[in-house]
């Protein structure tokens, strides 16, 4: 199960095979509601072109705001200004991919300026951003809302990661998998951490089992606090290959704690505008423009 396109540098013990395995192993199907927050985000390349997207994951902040990761979002970056993906969807009310409730486009991303892709050093700055859809889902038993943390997250406190993440076949799971992990602070986690701005805008999360993890197409999903639903990370890299992703080794988390402060202030802005506006309507990226430059703001 897990991240989508950014992994790690590193360097395999020489006894690794490269076979193909399967991504997330005896990791547990979840039940239709038993996760209402966590949406299942398709990001297609082209417009008009069907067959050509990927998969991230993401949470519901409010029924018509999601969390996700920006490198989930952002083509390319020229500049400073970051270019998007032509068309994002959002299916929310299910587990397997064939049988959402529901189904809305994005209208908008409130992407961070600061976001950065270090390719020197092969990290992910700043790595969230905020969609606006085009209307709110229909809050149900199995669609509801994610809590933002109040409390940093710390070593030992478990956190549990859901997604439809590549399976051994270079697809999406059809089904939503959910796995329990640990954070943790080893050596190796303090030399990934000491390559960001700030060490507290990331954690590493660790699985319990060394057979199941996160992996390609689960970036952007939520790490939740055990047995909550308050969101403390946003999946953002794990260490692999283009083959298999190495579910023994720790993943790297977006801290929300860290950027709480500011996703608060966006979502109370964000949302004025939308009822300002009046039900079912969007945005333009002017309209929606939320005063300050930290944000740029994407219309589809």
């Not at 020197?120 to 859809?133: K, Q, R, S, W």
């Not at 149900?140 to 993440?165: F, Q, R």
């Not at 929606?288 to 219309?299: P, T």
Request: charged share 20%; proline share 4%; hydrophobic share 35%.
């Amino acid at each position: 199960m897990l991240l989508l396109v950014i992994l790690f540098s590193c360097i395999f013990p020489s006894s690794f095979s490269y076979q193909k395995k399967p991504l997330i192993y005896n990791a547990p199907t979840a039940n239709k509601g038993e996760f209402p927050s966590t949406v299942f985000v398709k990001i297609y390349r082209r417009y008009n072109d069907e067959s050509t997207f990927f998969v991230c994951g993401g949470t519901l902040l409010t029924y018509r705001i999601v969390l996700t990761a920006a490198h989930c979002l952002v083509a390319r970056s020229v500049n400073g200004t970051h270019k998007r993906f032509p068309k994002v969807g959002v299916f929310a009310g299910g587990t397997y991919i064939n049988s959402f409730n529901e189904y809305i486009l994005a209208s908008n991303s409130l992407i961070p300026r600061i976001y950065k892709r270090n390719l020197t050093e092969n990290v992910l700055m700043n790595d969230y951003a905020l969609l606006v859809l085009e209307k709110a889902f229909t809050k149900s038993s199995v669609i509801g809302l994610a809590k933002l943390p109040e409390l940093i997250p710390g070593k030992d406190d478990v956190v549990t990661a859901v997604g439809w993440g590549e399976r051994e076949n270079g697809k999406p799971s059809e089904y939503q998998r959910y796995v329990h992990m640990k954070i943790v602070d080893d050596q190796d986690c303090k030399d990934r951490k000491a390559k960001y701005k700030s060490k507290w805008s990331v954690f590493c999360a660790k699985s319990f089992d060394p057979k199941q993890g996160v992996c390609r197409g689960d970036s952007g999903g939520p790490l939740y606090h055990k047995d909550t639903n308050v969101v403390v990370g946003v999946i953002s890299q794990a260490i692999g290959n283009q083959e298999v992703c190495l579910t023994e080794k720790h993943a790297i988390a977006t801290n929300i704690f860290y950027y709480q402060l500011s996703i608060r202030k966006i979502i109370e802005e964000v949302v004025q505008k939308l009822n300002n506006a009046g039900k079912g309507k969007t945005l333009s990226s002017k309209s929606l423009y939320i005063g300050r430059d930290e944000f740029q703001c994407i219309s589809y």
